[in-house]
């Protein structure tokens, strides 16, 4: 099949686009999703217990806050007004970290029920209803599962990973684990979040099975591919997608470097730095890498192996036009 792909639609999102994460990013729109439908939950419990005659009587607007970005809630009502939504309060407009978290992190738990439960009982908390959160476990998994398997399309000409971190209770105790959101970057420009998984170790079998999931989704080709130096990545991506090219995130490498750098040197070195990620063509940059080289290097060894172990990957984004260069040194 031949694609047609409308480059200055792409250009033109990425000029208007946010970050993946960040205010109005494309995780919003799953925040709002699966809020929705607890409260939906809530209310199909409530009316059940309700002894009076009483049902629903439509919805009710506001704009939610986030850290990923702020949406419109449709909070139910009833007849009688005593429903109390539990998940977002009644004046609350505001989602905190962690329930968004929590919320995010329910699409990437696969299929393990008893996990589900859990989340969803440390998002309402102690006390909360047994049959109330029986109804939003059951009410959201069929939107989970139908979410994680729907089809996808053939082509992106990019996709841009991360990594989300967040506390997860297991066996009794709170332990570190990351979730790793697949955003692609669609023909016609927009932005959609493929997939989110639970990342219980980095690696190139932990990204074969993520690659592998898009392609029997229905992908079949990944023009460029934006990571932050996940271990593993590159060497999967190119077993299952081989013509993709993979850029390693600019703003990642530059981070890491400063980290051993000492801090009387940190603000020169990088401003000087600027001068290779922000030349106007790899030939130049590497110029400048090696004239950086030749000042710091015998004091900063580590920091220029980096780059050169890396400078394939690094310097990809020097091929494409200015618009896309900018959108994968500043991408996270």
């Not at 989340?119 to 059951?138: N, P, Q």
């Not at 993709?244 to 040197?265: A, K, M, Y």
């Amino acid at each position: 099949m031949e694609f047609q792909i409308d480059t200055e639609a792409i250009l033109q999102h990425i000029r208007e686009g946010k970050a993946l994460g960040g205010k109005d990013g494309a995780l919003a729109p799953l925040i709002k999703q699966l809020t929705e439908a607890a409260l939906q939950a809530e209310i199909e419990s409530h009316l059940t217990q309700d002894l009076q005659k009483n049902r629903k009587n439509g919805f009710s607007s506001k704009t939610m806050k986030s850290e990923v970005g702020n949406f419109e809630l449709d909070v139910p009502r009833d007849r009688t007004g005593r429903f109390e939504p539990q998940i977002v309060k009644k004046n609350q407009t505001h989602m905190s970290d962690q329930i968004e978290q929590k919320i995010l992190s329910l699409y990437a738990l696969g299929n393990s029920y008893s996990q589900i439960v859990d989340l969803i009982e440390e998002i309402y908390g102690v006390g909360f209803s047994k049959a109330t959160i029986s109804a939003v476990t059951d009410k959201i998994l069929p939107m989970l599962q139908e979410w994680r398997v729907r089809p996808l399309e053939e082509l992106y000409p990019f996709i841009f990973l991360d990594a989300i971190h967040y506390k997860v209770k297991d066996e009794g105790k709170y332990i570190s684990k990351a979730f790793y959101t697949v955003l692609g970057v669609k023909t016609d420009g927009k932005k959609e979040i493929l997939g989110l998984y639970l990342g219980e170790s980095e690696g190139a079998k932990f990204w074969l099975q993520v690659l592998t999931d898009l392609q029997n989704r229905g992908v079949k080709d990944i023009l460029i591919a934006s990571v932050d130096g996940l271990k593993g990545f590159p060497e999967a991506i190119n077993s299952v997608f081989p013509n993709t090219e993979v850029q390693l995130c600019i703003v990642h490498q530059i981070r890491n470097s400063l980290r051993f750098i000492g801090s009387i040197n940190q603000k020169q070195f990088a401003s000087e730095l600027k001068a290779v990620y922000q030349a106007f063509t790899k030939e130049e940059a590497e110029n400048e890498l090696d004239k950086l080289e030749e000042k710091w290097g015998k004091k900063y060894p580590i920091v220029f192996q980096s780059w050169r172990n890396k400078w394939d990957n690094l310097s990809l984004y020097f091929q494409y036009p200015e618009d896309i260069r900018n959108d994968v040194k500043r991408r996270r």
